[in-house]
């Protein structure tokens, strides 16, 4: 993803965005999906002959675990990262939840990692790690890593990283005399 500029003051955009996507998580929803699917079709046309009750855990647990697969995996489908003058925000999936902003004042440094894994992390989405950190794993590839003043990482998979960090690091540092 290329910088978006809003302005055209200094060297880098006034609002840096960028994305990543992992359309993978597409046909894991489709899964969840046809779990509800099938206890909506269980609910309305069955003829079970073993009980109320079998068939109403049986509807219940279809349409549970289905709504879970399809919004545990439409919440990571994609990554959208959004730097300003003063912070930068995090948000997940479509409704952007989970949702973290980071003041750039609590970001001690910014650093690019050209090779984030899902499998270093323990699989998508939002992670946490105690000898790593916190993560948003969307997909394999490029991302970039925050060091926290509090000692802690960020790591967030997103794509053109890179340009990213450079913003980043640009805006940690005190302006230039002549620059406001």
């Known amino acids: 993803m290329r910088d978006h500029p809003h302005s055209q003051n200094g060297p880098h955009p006034e609002v840096w965005t960028g994305r990543a996507t992992n359309r993978i998580q597409w046909l894991l929803a489709l899964a969840g999906a046809a779990c509800v699917a099938l206890g909506i079709e269980l609910a309305v046309d069955s ?15 279809c349409i549970a ?6 919004f545990g995996t439409l919440a990571f489908v994609h990554v959208a990262l959004r730097v300003d003058k003063e ?19 609590h970001v001690a440094g910014a650093e690019f990692a050209p090779h984030v894994t899902p499998r270093h992390w323990g699989g998508w989405g939002y992670r946490w790690r105690p000898e790593k950190g916190t993560a948003v794993v969307v997909r394999r ?12 990482t960020f790591t967030i998979t997103v794509d053109n990283a890179e340009s990213a960090v450079r913003v980043i690091r640009d805006r940690l540092r005190p302006p230039a005399p002549g620059r406001a």
Do not use: Y
């Not at 590839?141 to 802690?152: A, C, K, M, S």
């Open 47 to 61: 003829a079970w002959n073993a009980g109320i009750a079998p068939l109403v855990m049986s509807v219940v647990g």
């Open 65 to 70: 675990a289905g709504l879970l697969v399809l």
């Open 87 to 105: 912070a930068l925000e995090v948000r997940c999936g479509h409704m952007g939840l989970p949702r973290r902003r980071i003041p750039l004042s």
């Open 141 to 152: 590839g490029e991302g970039l890593v925050l060091r926290l003043w509090d000692g802690h």
